[in-house]
């Protein structure tokens, strides 16, 4: 089983003044924006050598860190060696704009989503 972190999300009450945080203090810069419900902005910040930090401003949800996102290889062989180790596989798996993922959690309750790129489940972009 191969992962790399890829990025880390974080729930955020000040979407600008976050963003001015990151960029002055750190030199991140905007990579894509997305506003996928009205009361939803989703912002992926990347550093110099393209790690990524993806911010999600929405009332309905606590502020701080909400996951870590891993590539994975082979989705269906990580969940079942998870699975093998006692640990639980917390979603489907269902298909993002690069492939496919879903979710476990660490003993502190933070969530990993667990990435496989792979287009051939992705979702069609219009």
């Known amino acids: 089983m191969s992962t790399r972190i890829q990025y880390t999300t974080m729930i955020v009450n000040n979407m600008e003044k976050t963003l001015e945080f990151y960029r002055k203090a750190f030199g991140f810069e905007i990579d894509?924006?997305?506003n996928p419900q009205p009361e939803?902005?989703?912002?992926?910040?990347?550093?110099k050598e393209g790690r990524m930090l993806e911010l999600i401003q929405n009332a309905k949800f606590e502020t701080g860190l909400y996951s870590?996102?891993?590539?994975?290889?082979?989705?269906?062989?990580?969940?079942?060696?998870?699975?093998?180790?006692?640990?639980?596989?917390t979603g489907p798996m269902v298909p993002t704009l690069v492939g496919r993922m879903t979710f476990t959690?660490?003993?502190n309750g933070v969530n990993i989503a667990l990435?496989?790129?792979?287009?051939?489940?992705?979702l069609k972009q219009e």
Request: glycine share 4%; net charge negative; hydrophobic share 35%.
């Open 32 to 34: 894509s924006e997305f």
């Open 40 to 47: 939803t902005r989703i912002v992926i910040i990347k550093d």
């Open 68 to 89: 870590i996102g891993m590539d994975v290889d082979d989705l269906e062989e990580t969940a079942r060696d998870l699975e093998s180790k006692g640990y639980e596989i």
């Open 115 to 122: 990435i496989e790129h792979n287009m051939e489940y992705a």
């Open 105 to 107: 959690k660490d003993p």
